[in-house]
């Protein structure tokens, strides 16, 4: 893959330096067959530093998720090498399984197989609540 150009696929732009690796794990892109490309630290105008990953497929996933880890990426979606699409991700409203309820009284940590389900309760302060216990949830 030239990694400048990919033809039908996904950008991700403007991650925070060092945080690539999360999405990476948090979109499970090493079980995927086609070429992925991280950057890290590329100078950025904006920002300084910035990682990038390119991935040279398109994916069925829900990228709104990614506003959770990082409201400020912008993802670039490319279609026979145009970029039919530029958008930075909403926080979703509710996120599942993402993140883990720490309080040990709440009910998830002795039902195992209970979702951790966390709905979203203040968009400006991008604070997240468990729906079963209501503890504050920390990124
Ligand atoms: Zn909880």
Redesign the pocket.
């Known amino acids: 893959m030239n990694i400048d150009s990919i033809n039908n696929g996904i950008v991700i732009d403007h991650i925070k330096a060092g945080q690539a690796m999360k999405i990476y794990d948090f979109l499970e892109l090493d079980k995927l067959d086609c070429a992925v490309a991280i950057i890290k630290n590329a100078t950025s105008n904006k920002q300084g530093k910035k990682d990038i990953i390119k991935i040279d497929s398109q994916l069925d996933v829900d990228l709104n998720a990614l506003g959770y880890i990082d409201p400020s990426i912008t993802i670039n979606i490319i279609v026979d090498g145009v970029r039919v699409k530029k958008y930075h991700p909403e926080l979703p409203l509710t996120i599942t399984n993402i993140i883990r309820?720490k309080?040990p009284r709440?009910i998830?940590s002795t039902e195992q197989e209970l979702p951790h389900v966390f709905k979203l309760t203040n968009r400006e302060k991008d604070e997240y609540r468990?729906i079963?216990?209501e503890?504050r949830a920390s990124i």
Do not use: D, F, H, I
């Open positions: 309820c309080n709440c998830t468990c079963y216990c503890s």
